[in-house]
C-alpha cells in the first residue's frame, strides 16, 4: 500500500512538470507572437505613411523642405548680419554729426550772448572798436556754417543709405514667410488627412481649416479664426496630439 502511494506521488510530479513545460512554451510561444505582431503593426503604419506621403505628393515636398531649410538659415543669417552692418553705419554716421551740430550751436548761443552784452554796454558806453571784433568774430562763425552744414548732410545721407538693407532683407524675410506658410500649410494638410475616423469631427476640422488662414491681427472681426497658441494646442488636443 506504501508502494502505490510513492508511485502515485511520483507520476504527479511527471506530470506537474510535464504540464509547467507545456505552460512554460505557450507563455514563450506567446510571446513571441505577440512581439512579433508589434513589430508587424509598426511595419504597416509605416507603410501606409509612406504611400500616403507618396499619394498626396508629400514625399517630394519633405525632400524640398530638406533643401529649404538649410537655405532658410542662411538667409536669416544674412539678414541678420545686413542688419547689424546698418545699424552700425547709423551709429557710426550719428556720432560724426553730434559734435557738429552741438560746435554750431553752442557757438550761436555764445554770440548771441555777445551782442546782447555788446547792445546794453553800447547804450551806457559806446564802443566802436570792440563792435567790429564782435563782428569779426561773427562772420567767421557764419563763413564755418556751410562747411559744418554740408558735414552734416554728409553723414545724414549715409544715415539713409544705411537703410538700403530693408530692401533686401524684407524680399528674404518674405521668401522665409512663403516657405514657413507653405510648410505649416502643407503638415496641417497631412493632419487632417490622417485623422482617426473617431477623431474626426467638424469642429476639429473646421479649426484646422481657420488655421491655415494664418496669425489674426484683429481677432475681433475674426472670431472664428484660430488666434493663440491656446487654440493651437487645444486643436491638437483634440486630435490626440
Not at 38 to 45: P, S
Not at 135 to 161: F, S
Amino acid at each position: 500500500m506504501v508502494l502505490m502511494e510513492a508511485v502515485e506521488e511520483i507520476a504527479g510530479s511527471v506530470v506537474d512538470v510535464n504540464e509547467r513545460r507545456i505552460f512554460s512554451k505557450e507563455v514563450t510561444e506567446n510571446k513571441s507572437a505577440t512581439g512579433k505582431n508589434i513589430i508587424d503593426q509598426v511595419g504597416q503604419l509605416t507603410r501606409n505613411l509612406h504611400n500616403s506621403l507618396r499619394e498626396l505628393g508629400y514625399d517630394k515636398r519633405l525632400e524640398s523642405l530638406a533643401t529649404e531649410m538649410p537655405e532658410a538659415q542662411d538667409k536669416l543669417s544674412y539678414v541678420a548680419i545686413k542688419t547689424e552692418q546698418a545699424a552700425d553705419r547709423t551709429l557710426n554716421a550719428t556720432e560724426i554729426a553730434m559734435p557738429i551740430q552741438e560746435k554750431l550751436s553752442s557757438e550761436a548761443m555764445q554770440l548771441s550772448e555777445k551782442w546782447k552784452n555788446a547792445f546794453e554796454e553800447q547804450r551806457v558806453q559806446p564802443d566802436t572798436e570792440k563792435f567790429k571784433l564782435l563782428l569779426i568774430e561773427t562772420l567767421g562763425y557764419i563763413d564755418k556754417v556751410p562747411e559744418r552744414a554740408d558735414a552734416t548732410n554728409t553723414q545724414l545721407i549715409e544715415i539713409m543709405m544705411a537703410q538700403d538693407f530693408q530692401d533686401l532683407t524684407g524680399q528674404v524675410i518674405k521668401k522665409i514667410t512663403a516657405m514657413v506658410q507653405s510648410l505649416e500649410h502643407d503638415l496641417l494638410q497631412l493632419l487632417l488627412a490622417n485623422v482617426p475616423p473617431e477623431k474626426r469631427q467638424t469642429q476639429t476640422i473646421d479649426s484646422a481649416q481657420h488655421l491655415m488662414n494664418g496669425p489674426v491681427t484683429n481677432p475681433e472681426k475674426n472670431p472664428d479664426t484660430v488666434s493663440s497658441q491656446d487654440q493651437v494646442d487645444d486643436l491638437l488636443a483634440s486630435l490626440g496630439f
